[in-house]
């Protein structure tokens, strides 16, 4: 149980163009959904927590119109990362976490999306 | 303010056993978790320790003392995959995740 998906895996774009990332909940409902940036070497980032149905919570630094989250469902959340650049070039996790039940406090990763910007 | 400390790299042989350590300080506590990252790869759960004391899982066991705020991840009979960054994160009121940077274990033969 508590399987996260992510996609795509891999995003080679052109700097300018926006990228849409999507995080699933494969076997539960996520109430609350996490987004993360890691660079090479550097421990997690949070970026954002989403809620289902409400908007994100974004940490301080993250642009919220650069970074657009949805959560739009139980099992689903996307990342876009508009007019991207090469410094976008990240490593972008997500997690999930069912909050309504015994044992929720738990988040689990998706396996992550590697995005290259040129 | 809020801080997870832990070593940055740790080395240990194949066959043996190692113990890493974490403090924390946080508003409020909600539990200690701690996470296998293999490099490249996302995070993996390991464990969840709300309750002070010791919580084994096979190889892999998390102590938890509240009142030092501190705890440990021991992984017994060392296997060469067990080389990763084990990160540990403290939850705070909010239930928001405190992330420590990472240790890196090193496994040699």
């Known amino acids: 149980g508590a399987v996260v998906s992510q996609h795509p895996s891999w995003v080679i774009c052109k700097s300018g163009t926006s990228v849409k990332i999507e995080c699933r909940s494969l076997?539960?409902?996520?109430?609350?959904m996490f987004w993360y940036r890691q660079f090479p070497k550097q421990s997690l980032m949070l970026m954002a927590t989403?809620?289902?149905?409400?908007?994100?919570?974004?940490e301080q630094g993250v642009e919220k119109d650069k970074f657009l989250i949805n959560h739009a469902s139980l099992t689903l959340s996307t990342l876009t990362v508009t007019s991207a650049h090469p410094e976008d070039s990240s490593f972008y996790i997500c997690?999930?976490?069912?909050?309504?039940?015994?044992?929720?406090?738990?988040?689990?990763f998706g396996p992550g999306t590697r995005l290259l910007v040129l | 303010g809020q801080n997870i400390d832990q070593p940055t790299e740790m080395t240990a042989t194949e066959g043996a056993i190692v113990q890493i350590n974490c403090t924390y300080q946080?508003?409020?506590?909600?539990?200690l978790f701690w996470y296998q990252q293999h490099a490249g790869e996302a995070p993996t759960f390991l464990s969840y320790n709300v309750l002070d004391g010791l919580e084994e899982k096979g190889r892999f066991s998390s102590f938890l003392s509240r009142s030092k705020g501190y705890s440990y991840l021991l992984l017994k009979e060392l296997q060469m995959k067990d080389s990763a960054s084990y990160l540990c994160a403290a939850m705070d009121s909010n239930y928001q995740l405190i992330w420590g940077a990472g240790t890196k274990l090193i496994i040699k033969p």
């Open positions: 997690s999930a976490r069912d909050g309504q039940r015994e044992g929720g406090e738990t988040q689990y």
């Open positions: 946080t508003s409020g506590f909600n539990g």
């Open positions: 076997d539960f409902q996520a109430t609350t």
């Open positions: 989403s809620n289902e149905g409400s908007k994100a919570t974004y």
